[in-house]
């Protein structure tokens, strides 16, 4: 019979995410390794137009292949998160330098203990010394104190590979960024929405022999970097444009203070054009600090209805369950 603590716990559904671009090499290796540690796990791989039979491996391995040709990860993961429903999401890169044990406490953090997105952080274990990219990790040192220090949180490990999320964060999370930008997206959006965030230290081994790192470290870090900026316009507009009224006004005083001086000195002005540009950069720093006034006006009310279109989600989701189990009651009844 239909039993209402059927729908209040029902048994938790996770699905592996694995975005794949050219990962021949290890993918076998990963599919293997995630299905040994989720057995009971749906276990996708996405390919983004891999050339060397990337899919077909990952398909022999008993994966669920999927295809996304817009290039670019940010891509991958919008697709996979549209497209797939479960109630914790695994997503691991498939070049086999994340342990699938690691995995394991991630999912947990979300299942057992409500975290949206549970991080696994490899800059306090072992990736300093297996990544032998030096700029990699002055990169990944600078985006983390950038992240922290804009919005006063202490993630350890902002660009990692390894994450797990709840259904709240993947059906409301709104992919914008095309490539690797996208784990600084991720990031930025569950602290700016208030999300529940956990970190767990993992090992991290670097690519094995053979297997090609995709990331680019001077376009694809630029590419990170406007992300925090545009980001930091989009979700913190009175500090962005506050910093950038002080700069202006700085410059504005620096040329300014001159012709005050001499005004008192002479009882005239002899240079006018820069009184003039004085004048519009006074003008335009007015404009920044109020255009983030108003902003971050909007902005509140931005996150009044995200919170509201998140709760409505959640109770269309409820509804969902409960009609399928409704419905598979009532198909129980009819057989018997």
Same mark, same amino acid.
């Given at each position: *019979?239909? =039993?209402?603590?059927?729908?209040?716990?029902? *048994?938790?559904?996770?699905?592996?995410?694995?975005?794949?671009?050219?990962?021949?090499?290890?993918?076998?290796?990963?599919?293997?390794?995630?299905?040994?540690?989720?057995?009971? &796990?749906?276990?996708?791989?996405?390919?983004?137009?891999? !050339?060397?039979?990337?899919?077909? $491996?990952? @398909?022999?391995?008993?994966?669920?292949?999927?295809?996304?040709?817009?290039?670019?990860?940010?891509?991958?993961?919008?697709?996979? #998160?549209?497209? /797939?429903?479960?109630?914790?999401?695994?997503?691991?890169?498939?070049?086999?330098?994340?342990?699938?044990?690691?995995?394991? +406490?991630? &999912?947990?953090?979300?299942?057992?203990?409500?975290?949206?997105?549970?991080?696994?952080?490899?800059?306090?274990?072992?990736?300093?010394?297996?990544? +032998?990219?030096? #700029?990699?990790?002055?990169?990944?040192?600078?985006?983390?104190?950038?992240?922290? !220090?804009?919005?006063?949180?202490?993630?350890?490990? /902002? *660009?990692?590979?390894?994450?797990?999320?709840?259904?709240?964060?993947? +059906?409301?999370?709104?992919?914008?960024?095309?490539?690797?930008?996208?784990?600084?997206?991720?990031?930025? #959006?569950?602290?700016?929405?208030?999300?529940?965030?956990?970190?767990?230290?993992?090992?991290?081994?670097?690519?094995?022999?053979?297997?090609? =790192?995709?990331?680019?470290?001077?376009?694809?870090?630029?590419?990170?970097?406007?992300? $925090?900026?545009?980001?930091?316009?989009?979700?913190?507009?009175?500090?962005?444009?506050?910093?950038?009224?002080?700069?202006?006004?700085?410059?504005?005083?620096?040329?300014? /203070?001159?012709?005050?001086?001499?005004?008192? +000195?002479?009882?005239?002005?002899?240079? $006018?054009?820069?009184?003039?540009?004085?004048?519009?950069?006074?003008?335009?720093?007015?404009?920044? #600090?109020?255009?983030?006034?108003?902003?971050?006006?909007? @902005?509140?009310?931005?996150?009044?209805?995200?919170?509201?279109?998140?709760?409505?989600? @959640?109770?269309?989701?409820?509804?969902?369950?409960?009609?399928?189990?409704?419905?598979?009651?009532?198909?129980?009844?009819?057989? !018997?």
């Amino acid at each position: *019979m239909f =039993s209402p603590c059927s729908i209040l716990k029902p *048994m938790k559904k996770t699905a592996i995410l694995i975005p794949c671009y050219n990962e021949s090499k290890t993918i076998e290796k990963v599919v293997k390794d995630y299905r040994a540690a989720f057995p009971e &796990a749906d276990i996708y791989v996405y390919d983004n137009n891999s !050339s060397d039979g990337t899919d077909e $491996i990952a @398909r022999s391995a008993g994966a669920i292949v999927r295809y996304e040709h817009k290039q670019g990860k940010g891509n991958v993961v919008r697709s996979m #998160f549209r497209d /797939i429903e479960a109630d914790v999401y695994v997503m691991v890169d498939g070049d086999d330098t994340y342990p699938a044990e690691d995995a394991i +406490k991630l &999912a947990k953090l979300v299942e057992e203990q409500g975290a949206d997105m549970a991080i696994g952080d490899r800059l306090s274990s072992t990736y300093f010394e297996e990544n +032998k990219r030096p #700029f990699h990790n002055t990169g990944n040192r600078l985006v983390r104190a950038l992240i922290n !220090s804009f919005y006063g949180a202490n993630v350890r490990d /902002i *660009m990692t590979g390894l994450r797990a999320f709840s259904w709240d964060f993947v +059906k409301s999370f709104p992919v914008t960024s095309k490539g690797f930008e996208i784990e600084t997206e991720m990031t930025i #959006f569950a602290l700016d929405n208030n999300m529940q965030l956990a970190e767990e230290k993992i090992e991290y081994r670097d690519r094995p022999a053979g297997s090609e =790192s995709k990331l680019n470290t001077v376009s694809d870090g630029v590419k990170v970097l406007k992300t $925090i900026g545009t980001l930091l316009r989009d979700t913190k507009p009175f500090a962005f444009f506050t910093w950038i009224s002080l700069i202006l006004l700085i410059v504005t005083l620096a040329f300014f /203070i001159p012709l005050l001086l001499d005004f008192w +000195k002479t009882g005239r002005v002899d240079k $006018i054009p820069t009184l003039i540009m004085v004048g519009m950069f006074g003008v335009l720093t007015m404009l920044c #600090f109020f255009t983030g006034v108003i902003l971050t006006s909007l @902005r509140k009310n931005q996150k009044n209805e995200f919170e509201r279109d998140l709760t409505l989600m @959640r109770l269309q989701k409820e509804n969902r369950i409960l009609n399928k189990e409704i419905l598979a009651d009532l198909d129980e009844q009819e057989e !018997s």
